[in-house]
């Protein structure tokens, strides 16, 4: 079955440090990965994603994500952290044959100044 | 270009009423998907639209939820009757590619609540 999980419901960083998120899948097949973040009271931006190729993926306000397939993780990382990178990030993993896009339940990020 | 859009933004019902939430896509986007998102968790796929043929509903509660995408385009998610546990958010998102390589447009969400 396919699945995605974030071990983490929340991480507090202070601006200016790095940043990673933590997201962990399981899926048969090729796994298609994403980041997506959620300000309060809006839908989902889409920040990046994996499907095929180099193993780091770089996206959108300076994040970055690794594709590791031997520890099936796809961890979101940011080298410097701003107080406007609190919000609520998702992971999610899709495959190349028709299924479920699936979510995990979110890690709230809060960076303090 | 225009997001996906989706009304009402805010609906608040008593148990047992029916609700029904609208979205149209980016136009040219061929996959629809509706969401629900309880507070607290994750987005949960409902169903998952290819134009207007039913991908996957597999996680559709069919006794009381029922959507529909005429004609490939804009799309109605109706709730009938409703329960308290159908409190959420419920999103629109959309599509360009087929398959699932492509990223997700997200609506802004109709969040209701079940009294």
């Known amino acids: 079955a396919q699945s995605v999980a974030q071990p983490e419901d929340q991480v507090n960083v202070a601006e200016g440090n790095p940043l990673t998120v933590k997201c962990t899948y399981s899926?048969?097949?090729?796994?298609?990965l994403f980041w997506y973040v959620q300000y309060p009271n809006r839908g989902l931006q889409f920040l990046l994603k994996y499907i095929t190729g180099d193993n780091l993926v770089k996206g959108s306000y300076g994040f970055e994500a690794e594709f590791n397939k031997s520890q099936t993780s796809f961890h979101l990382k940011k080298p410097s952290a701003l107080v406007s990178d609190s919000a609520l990030y998702f992971c999610a993993v899709a495959t190349d044959s028709w299924g479920k896009f699936q979510f995990g339940a979110g890690t709230q990020v809060v960076v303090t100044p | 270009e225009a997001g996906v859009a989706q009304s009402p933004r805010y609906k608040i019902i008593e148990k047992r009423q029916s609700v029904a939430f609208w979205c149209n896509p980016i136009?040219?986007?061929?996959?629809l998907y509706w969401y629900q998102q309880i507070l607290g968790q994750g987005p949960k796929l409902l169903i998952q639209?290819?134009?207007?043929?039913?991908?996957?509903d597999s996680q559709l509660p069919k006794d009381r939820f029922s959507a529909e995408r005429l004609k490939g385009v804009d799309s109605t998610l109706k709730i009938q009757p409703a329960k308290l546990e159908d409190s959420a958010v419920y999103l629109c998102a959309s599509s360009l590619l087929t398959g699932n390589t492509g990223e997700l447009f997200f609506g802004e969400g109709s969040r209701l609540t079940v009294l």
């Open positions: 899926v048969s097949g090729n796994p298609y």
């Open positions: 136009s040219g986007h061929a996959t």
């Open positions: 639209f290819q134009n207007n043929g039913v991908v996957d």
